[in-house]
């Protein structure tokens, strides 16, 4: 099958139709109309297959999460997403792949009014790139680096579910009915873009958890010139997690594991309540998981106030 | 090393101030101000070793050809270059082939005036996503669907080198005075940005070359809704070409073989003289070579007026 083949078959599944969207696939490249008074949000990430998914992983899966990916880098900005450029590599020509790809993909796109813009397929080694563009009002962009000693440190949603499911991948406990939810939490990635235009202008820095809530709240502490102090035992955990893993267990994989998606921000201590009030009415719960403080780095501490030996800081690759 | 690591090595490399960059690598996303009364334009193009470029091909002529690529399809658009992303998927953390690669990405992102705004590298089998983002006065991008009956057909500078060097790589050809030659312009295309922007709102149609003239051409006669014949007695060759294969060799090297990021436009035929005229005035002569007909598909014919039969008709992935 062609390379033109594949894309437009990948363009039949996307087919979210915005006015914004002047010319789309078919050209040497897409025409597109941002609107006024915003800035445009630019990211990309990519998925390589046992790397960033288990070998093995549903093409629908891969699809969903390699929109999902970027779409949550775009929430950590405060972003709206609008439209996404996919650079697709496959081993080869594989037509049944490549719809079951598409069709994950453009379940997530459909449920955000994300339009395809751009596509790409070529040979080789499976592995997606994902381009997403958005749009945040000027100036309101979420950063990393506006973390203010005093401020409040929150999380969205849960923490350690994707972790956990690659923990017990492979092994007997795959049986275990938390299994399948934990697993549902490595594959198919919610990101949080409507929390992420109920933070924008009101956090004072935010990021999205991929690479373990440590290591990404490395980066607000650093970039922000601050400490980042972690209650552990306030870390929120899904009923599935708690039902798989012991407490210290459990600890290690909220801190370190990963593949969250989640967004970490900090909010200075006097709007915090009322800001999450406002993310609980949106459908996003957020909890309190920790404090700015002065120093650098993260530190955890237990429910005793005593330091956690933090030995495994998130992944990066090539580590 | 890490991914943080490498990313902050090539940005150190590609360090192109812009004003409208308002946030750049090191956050979960670029925030970037596109100019008012224009329109954005985005694509994205991958390049996979021993598809797209030679095996062994050096690093930094890897880094260039990436961002050439995809500001070729910018410039086919009659777009202005500003930003690009990119996806780098490494088989191992090579600190020496990444500041290569870096290297040449930032010489033509630096002629280009091009801000890399945002970055991933991942481990796995070389590959390299960019994403290209450009703009165009609103409503004047170039498109592939405008050719009309009796249009002058024209390609900038010339064709079939890049498809000749390849021709000759591994052979006993490559100590032939010319093949360095022929070997830069597979290497290191130089897309036509400057001659994008002298055609935009004149040229009824545009494409680059990148899978070959006939097979590019056929988008334009397809998505306009015409045929196109090409005299290929009129296709311009460079010194070396001509010096490397007789006519019949080259010919077929010039209608199919590829690689050429020139860029092929159709323009009214009382308008052409002019344009090319202000083309040539730019740096970038450009060759009438054939002209919009009725029917359907490409056809070329020698200078007799004979058909030529065109077996090659350009190359796909998976074809």
């Given at each position: ?19 914004d ?27 390589v297959a ?40 496959l081993?080869?020509?594989d037509?049944e ?27 080789g080694?499976?592995?997606v790139a ?5 749009f ?11 973390a ?39 594959d ?18 935010c ?12 980066h ?30 459990r ?7 990963g ?30 998981i ?13 429910a ?16």
């Open positions: 099958m062609a390379e033109f083949d594949l894309i437009d078959l990948i363009r039949r599944r996307c087919d979210i139709a915005r006015a969207v002047r010319l789309g696939i078919g050209d040497d490249a897409a025409v597109l109309a941002p609107p006024s008074g915003h800035e445009l949000v630019a990211c990309v990430d990519t998925l046992g790397v960033h998914f288990p070998h093995g992983t549903a093409a629908a899966d891969i699809g969903w999460k390699a929109l999902a990916v970027n779409l949550s880098d775009l929430a950590a900005m405060g972003a709206t997403p609008a439209w996404a450029l996919l650079a697709l590599t081993p080869q020509a037509a792949f490549v719809d079951a790809f598409a069709s994950g993909f453009a379940e997530l796109a459909a449920a955000h009014h994300v339009a395809l813009v751009g596509g790409d397929t070529t040979s080694p499976l592995a994902v381009t997403a563009l958005g945040v009002a000027s100036g309101r962009a979420l950063r990393r680096d506006g203010r000693v005093d401020d409040a440190v929150y999380v969205t949603g849960t923490l350690g579910d994707a972790a956990a499911a690659l923990r017990l991948l492979g092994s007997a406990r795959e049986a275990e009915p938390a299994f399948a939810e934990l697993r549902a939490r490595l198919r990635p919610q990101p949080r873009v409507a929390a992420g235009t109920v933070l924008h202008g009101r956090a004072s820095a990021i999205d958890v991929s690479d373990g809530l440590v290591a990404d709240l490395g607000v502490a650093r970039q922000s010139g601050v400490a980042i102090e972690i209650d552990a035992a306030c870390l929120p955990a899904s009923p599935a997690l708690l039902a798989s893993f012991d407490a210290h267990e600890i290690a994989l909220q801190l370190g594991g593949d969250d998606y989640e967004l970490a921000f900090t909010v200075p201590t006097a709007q915090a309540h009322a800001l999450a009030e406002d993310l609980a009415r949106s459908g996003c719960a957020a909890t309190r920790g404090r700015v403080v002065e120093g650098s780095g993260v530190h955890a501490i237990d005793d106030g005593v330091p956690i030996e933090l030995s495994r800081r998130g992944w990066e690759h090539f580590a």
